[in-house]
């Protein structure tokens, strides 16, 4: 699409001036480069809004599943302050070896958690855990498990805690019932559950950028 030059245009000039170079994290997605890691980090404008609206709720603990190399991460540690903790989810125990090392490079293992296997596997486990609740969670793994990862989210959440949902739109294809693959299929049937959940409110909005055509689903815990 001829518009993704505009957009990546726009997110560089965004990030010129609203992003410093401590917090770019040009190390982090450099190695992740170099591991042979998919691009598919959020966008530094993206990672910068999920910063801001941890530090608009005064988050102290999060939940993430899909670390990928950790730049998400490392996004929402800085938000959490000391004393904080971010549990992330990562099935892929390469893509944890990368994330570690990048976490550690910007200061942050002491605030991240970073627990290796497939996510659904594992939040069993934090739920017996009886840990204190999430303020807000971030899911941004495999997308045919949405539905399911919301609900955890939801349980390990306290009122007022934002539940928010990465690639949720997939180049229109959420609202194009031709699209039959897993992504829109997930996509779908999240908005559904979110649709009959009567126990948060919520909205989903459409980004273009560096990462091409998508969106977040954002949901706040009543
Ligand atoms: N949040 C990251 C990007 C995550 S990409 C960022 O913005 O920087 C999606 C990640 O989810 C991949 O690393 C993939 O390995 C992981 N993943 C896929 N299925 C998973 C599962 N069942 N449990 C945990 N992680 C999973
Ligand atoms: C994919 C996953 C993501 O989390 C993302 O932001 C973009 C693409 C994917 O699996 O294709
Ligand atoms: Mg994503």
Redesign the pocket.
Known sequence: MFEEKAWRRVDDYIGAALISKEEAQEETLAANARAGL?A?D?SPPQGKLLHLLACAIGARRVLEV?TLGGYSTTWLARAVGEGGKVVTFEVDARHAEVARANIAREGMSARVDLRVGPALEMLPRLESERAQPFDLAFI??D?PNNAAYFDYALKLSRPGALIIV??VVREGAVADPSKTDG?ALGARALFDAVAAEGRVEATAVQTVGA?GW?GFLIARVK
Do not use: Y
């Open positions: 998919p598919i959020v899909g941004d793994a997308k990465d690639n992504g990462k998508d």
